[in-house]
């Protein structure tokens, strides 16, 4: 059941990191504006499951007036709100928590923080480290997000309590193409299951300023300016959806076969051949495999 959105307020960031599932990068459009998120408001009140609203992106603070518009939105709708950051804007202890005062009494009730090597290297100076401490000391229930380079030693996933090669980098978007070299990598007949999203029922999905509803970054079940919300919850059947119908059946590697790919090559994991499939159709699948920049274009 549907219960979260995740906004994606803008595809700009302030950094282009290497592992982006996004390719986001300062030269990135697709922002949304002030009218935008009230429709937006508007159709998610249509949906009386969804409880939770996320802010991220890109990074929401480029477009700070929108942000906390947005903010006073959630609260309005008597719904919870969370906000993914790099933390660029962290500049000083100080300085941090003048940016986040006024979203006091907005009833956050998650502030991420993307604190590691990819974003700085300054560690417990890092702007992450900086916005972390200022959202304690305003009391916002507060965690840091923080992903390691890839190895080529299996880590443990402690929320699937599974291993993972690469330090929990999911490797799609950019980590796709740049993270993966020198890993292990397996024959892609055996990637056969998704294995970090809901896709038949998901709980929550993200949603970008072009309309997109992505089940996963970069695959579309609908466009919310053309279609209501509320039609496209009510009316998803994910086994007939040509992309997360193969992906629900048969993994990545039941999406290459579905899709008419035979590949020679190996793969570092099950979203390192989807993303990779994904990338090779896009062009075919506008529709559904959008926004084309989510893919590098």
């Not at 079940?221 to 059947?237: A, E, K």
Request: net charge negative; hydrophobic share 35%; with cysteine.
């Amino acid at each position: 059941m549907l219960t979260a959105i995740h906004i994606l307020l803008t595809y700009r960031c302030t950094y282009e990191c290497d592992h982006c599932f996004l390719h986001c990068s300062p030269r990135c459009e697709g922002t949304f504006t002030l009218q935008q998120l009230r429709e937006l408001f508007r159709q998610i009140a249509t949906v009386p499951a969804i409880d939770t609203v996320y802010f991220e992106g890109g990074e929401p603070f480029l477009f700070y007036a929108a942000l906390l518009a947005g903010l006073r939105m959630v609260r309005d709708a008597g719904l919870r709100p969370g906000i993914v950051t790099n933390g660029y804007w962290a500049t000083s202890l100080e300085d941090a928590e003048l940016w986040l005062r006024p979203m006091l009494g907005l009833g956050i009730v998650d502030f991420s923080v993307s604190d590691d090597a990819f974003h700085s290297t300054k560690g417990e100076s890092s702007p992450g480290a900086i916005a972390f401490s200022a959202a304690q000391n305003l009391g916002f229930p507060c965690s840091r997000i923080c992903i390691h380079h890839p190895s080529t030693t299996p880590a443990c996933n402690p929320a699937k309590g599974q291993p993972v090669t690469g330090g929990r980098v999911l490797f799609k978007g950019r980590a796709a193409e740049k993270l993966t070299a020198g890993l292990p990598l397996r024959d892609y007949h055996e990637l056969t299951a998704c294995p970090h999203e809901e896709l038949a029922d998901p709980e929550r999905v993200h949603v970008d300023a072009y309309g997109n509803v992505h089940v996963c970054q970069g695959i579309s079940i609908g466009n919310v300016w053309t279609t209501p919300l509320s039609d496209l919850v009510s009316n998803y059947c994910p086994d007939r959806h040509p992309i997360v119908g193969p992906l629900i059946t048969a993994g990545p590697a039941g999406l290459a076969e579905s899709l008419g790919l035979e590949l020679a090559e190996s793969f570092v994991d099950e979203c390192h051949l989807c993303y990779t499939v994904r990338k090779l159709k896009q062009s075919a699948c506008p529709q559904t495999l959008t926004p084309p920049q989510v893919y590098g274009f």
